[in-house]
């Protein structure tokens, strides 16, 4: 089983350039998020999913955009890369929105922009 | 704005000793509350999940919650070096999760 999947776990992109972020996961949950990381920083909600089809923004979502055409997959876009979304992405994925469902994390993948 | 404040540390504590960590919160709507502990540069990983005032225990952590005070703690009791982490204090609003900036516990041997 191997839950929350992310590619690549390591990128690096010149100012300018656009790079999608992978994420899946098979755990068949309805609830998928993209949470950003920077230094010493708590998670930022960028962009959630509460089921194929459907998303919405979350506290951060300049820059970025999201797709979700299966329960499986949740990609992030990010188009035109700023130093600025210099950070570590984490894809997490739930089960329901009852409160006692947890996220699950993905490994992550640490964004560097030049 | 959802808020989560987490004192940021680093809290420093002898192995052995009770750690206390605390988390305040700015919405009153907030449902349920979740500790992570998250290694350097590795991902978030669950603790454990509070929803209803008082405490709640498991193994060493207990956390506690105090809905009228917005405020949610986490002791972790018998500290160990292997503790030495970043918590991560999370509140849900329906399917949102929002996230402290987590406070760095260094447990000294």
């Known amino acids: 089983n191997a839950g929350v999947t992310q590619t690549p776990k390591f990128r690096i992109l010149k100012i300018g350039q656009s790079m999608t972020l992978q994420c899946t996961q098979d755990?068949?949950?309805?609830?998928m998020y993209w949470y950003r990381q920077d230094p010493g920083m708590g998670l930022k909600l960028i962009y959630y999913s509460v089921g194929a089809g459907i998303t919405d923004k979350g506290e951060v979502p300049n820059g970025y955009n999201v797709s979700r055409s299966t329960t499986e997959d949740f990609p992030l876009r990010l188009e035109l890369a700023a130093p600025s979304q210099t950070s570590v992405y984490f894809c997490?994925?739930?089960?329901?929105?009852?409160?006692?469902?947890?996220?699950?994390f993905g490994n992550g993948t640490r964004l560097t922009v030049t | 704005q959802k808020e989560v404040e987490q004192n940021s540390g680093p809290l420093s504590v002898p192995e052995g000793a009770i750690a206390s960590l605390n988390c305040t919160y700015s919405?009153?709507?907030?449902?349920?509350f979740f500790w992570y502990r998250q290694y350097s540069g590795k991902s978030p990983e669950l603790i454990m999940f509070i929803y209803s005032n008082g405490d709640k225990e498991d193994g060493r952590f207990t956390a506690q919650l105090n809905k009228a005070s917005q405020y949610v703690s986490l002791l972790i009791r018998d500290s160990q070096p292997s503790d030495s982490a970043t918590y991560l204090c999370a509140v849900t609003n329906f399917n949102k999760f929002y996230f402290g900036s987590g406070t760095k516990l260094n447990v000294k041997p």
């Open positions: 919405d009153r709507g907030s449902q349920s």
């Open positions: 997490a994925s739930s089960y329901s929105d009852r409160g006692s469902s947890p996220l699950h």
């Open positions: 755990m068949n949950h309805n609830y």
